[in-house]
């Protein structure tokens, strides 16, 4: 196989150059977009793959050469694969646009028709019932206060159905208009939009920016700052964040010749909620580990996980009755050099193969303080930023 990398010149929307059948993963039209399906490899198998691709790369940047897109489960003993495009296209930091065609593909990138009107009708039907839900938080909550562990997320589905197939490229352009500054992606029928950074590596610099503690958002400047003053303030946020922080920053740490975090928590809002959220940053010491490396040791994090982690896992497992598949995951790239981008994977919808079924997923963090029927309004908050987009789809 070979790649070859060009500098564009031509002005591109990576949302247009995916499409409705394309890979995304973008954030701020920083990112990459990709038609077409060279070569499925497992990802246990992808930094010798890519490596082994025969490269012509004219722009040497992160993302640039031989690429690939995957979607890790949350199971972390569960087998996933990565996708390597026929054409990929890239937008940089600083600008910078390029396109890699793998094998001579001659895919056109060209915008696809705009989406077009449609009348569609639409159910929602919950997946575990409140019921269970509320129990498995009871149950999540007894066991922190009992110490047993420190913190477990509990998460739901809900299932909508539609009448006529769900609309890809235009679910992707209204969680751009409104979670622009999310990771939006959309790999193999898997889409959403992230607000969370679980780990990027571009050389040997490695940033990760973990989210933990929420609150709604109304759309009221007043009523808003009011709610955001109170999750700085809540014991019980500031806790579940604190845990998910020194994780990451422990295992990070390792690979790390320093590694730096911002003192306070500070306030992550997009549409539909608020953060409190934490920028982990440093170098990597030589040779820096391959990005997945990373992910591996990071995924799933306390804030989709719990912790300690396996005893969170075995809780979730027993009272939870969610398939979480790809939710609580990671979603992203990998080049060959070992860079990447990974958000971790929430704010997201599942797509059966006739798309007319969207299966979504929320959950919180449940500490000794927590309420269930709040935590069951904090999961009905997040997930409006995917139900807004579909239920228009």
Same mark, same amino acid.
């Given at each position: 196989?070979?790649?070859?990398? @060009? ?19 973008? +954030? ?20 010798? #793959? ?24 949350? /199971?972390? *003993? ?6 390597? $495009? ?15 065609? #793998? ?14 009107? &449609?009348?569609?009708? #639409? ?7 409140? =019921? ?6 009871? =149950?999540? +909550? ?5 110490? @047993? ?5 509990? =998460? ?12 890809? %490229? =235009? ?12 990771? &939006? ?34 759309? /009221?400047?007043?009523?808003?700052? +009011? ?9 019980? *946020? ?10 990451? %920053? ?24 608020? %953060? ?6 440093? &170098? ?5 580990? %391959? ?16 912790? $300690? ?45 006739? @798309? ?38």
């Amino acid at each position: 196989m070979r790649a070859v990398t @060009r500098p564009l010149d031509q002005p591109v929307d990576l949302n247009d150059v995916a499409g409705p059948d394309g890979s995304l993963f973008v +954030r701020d039209g920083v990112g990459l977009a990709a038609r077409g399906v060279s070569a499925v490899v497992e990802s246990g198998d992808i930094a010798r #793959f890519l490596a082994a691709i025969e490269t012509d790369d004219a722009v040497c940047a992160p993302g640039t050469g031989p690429v690939a897109l995957g979607v890790k489960p949350f /199971d972390p *003993n569960g087998s996933w694969s990565l996708v390597v $495009p026929r054409v990929v296209v890239g937008k940089g930091p600083d600008g910078q646009q390029w396109i890699t065609r #793998f094998d001579g593909a001659d895919d056109d990138i060209s915008a696809p028709p705009p989406p077009q009107p &449609r009348v569609s009708t #639409f159910t929602i039907e919950p997946g575990v019932s409140e =019921a269970t839900y509320l129990a498995a938080v009871t =149950a999540a +909550r007894d066991a922190v206060r009992a110490g @047993r562990i420190t913190k477990a997320v509990i =998460a739901r589905d809900v299932f909508v159905r539609s009448s006529q197939p769900i609309d890809v %490229h =235009a679910t992707l352009l209204r969680l751009r208009a409104s979670f622009g500054s999310s990771y &939006r992606y959309s790999i193999d029928g898997f889409i959403g939009a992230s607000p969370e950074l679980l780990v990027a590596r571009s050389g040997d610099v490695v940033r990760s920016h973990p989210l933990a503690g929420t609150a709604p958002r109304v759309g /009221d400047p007043v009523v808003d700052a +009011r709610l955001a003053e109170a999750l700085v303030a809540s014991t019980k *946020n500031q806790i579940e964040h604190r845990i998910v922080i020194e994780m990451v %920053h422990d295992t990070l740490l390792p690979w790390c010749s320093y590694l730096d975090w911002e003192p306070e928590p500070s306030i992550v809002q997009v549409a539909n909620v608020a %953060h409190l959220g934490t920028l982990v940053e440093g &170098r990597l010491s030589s040779p820096p580990p %391959h990005v997945l490396d990373l992910v591996n040791a990071l995924c799933p994090t306390p804030a989709l996980g719990g912790y $300690p982690r396996d005893e969170a896992l075995r809780l979730i497992a027993e009272v939870e009755h969610v398939d979480r598949g790809p939710y609580g995951g990671a979603v992203g790239w990998v080049d060959a050099q070992g860079n990447g981008t990974w958000a971790v994977a929430i704010r997201c919808a599942r797509l059966s193969p006739d @798309r007319h079924t969207a299966r979504l997923y929320a959950g919180g963090g449940i500490v000794a303080d927590s309420d269930p029927l709040a935590e069951l309004a904090e999961t009905q908050a997040k997930m409006q930023a995917m139900l807004s987009a579909l239920i228009r789809a």
